[in-house]
């Protein structure tokens, strides 16, 4: 078996030896639990899940992802936290501080929340779009901090992410524009992490983008469905649909089982 030129044909025994030996260690998952934006301001704050019509409560994700701790060992848990200065780029209130792109069809004062407007990025033609939100998850505030009922695991990794003031950063592994990567692929990496499961809020937002880009680095991708509250049905279903597209699984939290 295994063998195409046929000078050496495993036997049985000896693959049950080098299944036994090395193989089991090598394909061991070395797993992480990403845990994204579960932030005051999106369960309760200003965004509070964007003041969905839908009703869509963000603290419903606190119990699956509390219980997911507490009876799995998983060897990585990484939080991440929208984290933007007072000046951020997305904030509506800020659109009058950056020239808009002669491409924009908005002047700033047109402007409404969840417009998407053209920067003109340093003033020197290169456009940038970007989604205007209110105000939220400023640095060191309180709807900037981790839902008090989340459970904060010992040893856990801890991703700010959209501190830049003029970039965005929806995914945790990188900015809006890919430009610039956080640090969460060099601690996986440092960690051996093989298997990422991601949860937290907004599922059709940045539980979208990060999982899209675990998918793209290269790691099994595992989307935990009731971990995770969104806006927009459609956006979710669309989101549900690129995982399992792209080879990843969107599973159920008690799916998750008997982790190392
Ligand atoms: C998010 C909008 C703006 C999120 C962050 O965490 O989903 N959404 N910033
Ligand atoms: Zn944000």
Redesign the pocket.
């Known amino acids: 078996i295994f063998d195409t030129n046929k000078d050496h044909v495993i036997d049985k025994e000896e693959f049950r030896y080098c299944w036994q030996k090395w193989i089991k260690q090598v394909v061991r998952p070395v797993t992480a639990l990403v845990i ?2 579960v ?1 005051n301001d ?1 369960i309760s704050g200003s ?1 509070a899940l ?1 003041n969905c019509p839908a009703g869509h409560h963000g603290e419903e994700v606190i119990p699956p992802i509390n219980r997911m701790l507490d009876e799995n060992r998983f060897d990585v848990v990484v939080y991440s936290l ?1 984290w ?1 200065p007072d000046n951020h780029v ?1 904030f509506i209130d800020n659109v009058h501080m950056r020239p808009l792109h002669s491409s924009c069809k908005l002047t700033s004062e047109e402007t409404q929340v969840y417009d998407t407007v053209i920067f003109d990025v340093n003033n020197d033609g290169t456009p940038m779009e970007q ?1 205007l ?1 209110p105000r ?2 400023v640095q060191n505030t309180w709807g900037a901090e981790l839902h008090e009922d989340l459970k904060v695991a010992e040893d856990a990794i801890l991703v700010y992410k ?1 501190t830049d003031p003029d970039t ?3 995914s945790v592994f990188w900015d809006n524009n890919k430009k610039f990567h956080t640090t969460l692929n060099e601690e996986l990496q440092k960690r051996g992490v093989t298997d990422v499961f991601v949860c ?3 599922y ?4 979208a983008a990060t999982t899209k880009h675990a998918i793209e680095e290269g790691y099994r991708t595992i989307l935990i469905d009731d971990g995770c509250r ?1 806006v927009s049905e459609e956006d979710i279903m669309i989101t549900r649909e690129h995982i399992t597209a792209n080879q990843g699984l969107v599973v159920h939290s008690s799916q998750v089982k008997n982790l190392a």
């Open positions: 994204v934006d932030q999106f965004l964007y929208d933007h997305s989604k939100w939220h998850c959209g965005d950063s929806y937290g809020v907004a059709d937002v940045c539980v969104g």
